[in-house]
């Protein structure tokens, strides 16, 4: 079969000076700006299109229900120990609202710190074990 990989992904701003601000200070993202409403944060291989408020978009590429500002949910792999993370949040000024915990993500069970984006989407930190960091994902048991 032909190789498949994530091109980029879909999240709302309710305003572009705030988020640019968050997403570079917390992920280092390069923010390219091609047209008023839209913003591109790109993150090494990852990239997040961001529309903005006033984005006019044809129907013909739009969601049958377009992604608003705070309902997103992405998840994110650090490349470290966990309580790196944390404290990289909180350096940031961006408060953990679980702190750490035990989960499950693309290389199986792993430890994350979830936190929202100024808009209230949810975001995530995931590390997982030393030496899993080249493993194939699992399926869940």
């Known amino acids: 079969m032909t190789k498949i990989t994530l091109d980029?992904?879909?999240i709302k701003s309710s305003n572009f000076d705030v988020s640019d601000d968050f997403y570079r200070r917390v992920f280092g993202v390069e923010v390219v700006k091609p047209i008023e409403s839209f913003r591109?944060?790109?993150l090494g291989a990852v990239q997040l299109n961001v529309h903005g408020p006033d984005i006019e978009i044809p129907a013909h590429i739009l969601a049958k229900t377009p992604v608003m500002a705070g309902n997103s949910d992405m998840a994110f792999e650090w490349d470290g120990p966990i309580e790196d993370?944390?404290?990289h949040l909180e350096a940031c000024g961006v408060k953990s609202h679980t702190g750490i915990v035990d989960t499950f993500g693309r290389r199986g069970k792993g430890r994350s710190v979830y936190f929202r984006d100024p808009d209230g989407s949810l975001l995530e930190f995931i590390t997982y074990p030393e030496g899993d960091n080249d493993q194939p994902p699992v399926?869940?048991?």
């Open 8 to 10: 980029h992904t879909v």
């Open 40 to 42: 591109v944060y790109r």
């Open 85 to 87: 993370a944390l404290a």
């Open 139 to 141: 399926t869940p048991e």
